[in-house]
């Protein structure tokens, strides 16, 4: 299976990360709950710089003019 996932990093090479496939729903759960909990503290303790860094990341906005007219409908 060589299907390409868009990660949130904007990553598009690296090494690939495997799931399990046997993983039960419980076990699933567990990580993805703790995933969820280490987002959340990255988040309390690195908020404001994460916002930051985000901001730089993404200004000046991609230049949208070779898209052509939104107006018209595809």
Known sequence: ????????SGLS????FLIDA???PQQALAVYELLN??????WIRYGEELIELIRQQRWPPP????????????
């Open 63 to 74: 230049d949208i003019s070779d898209i052509g007219d939104l107006t018209e409908p595809i």
């Open 22 to 24: 046997n993983w039960s």
């Open 37 to 42: 909990d280490l987002r959340a503290r990255i």
């Open 13 to 16: 090479c690296g090494l690939d």
């Open 1 to 8: 299976m060589s299907r390409r996932t868009h990660l949130p």
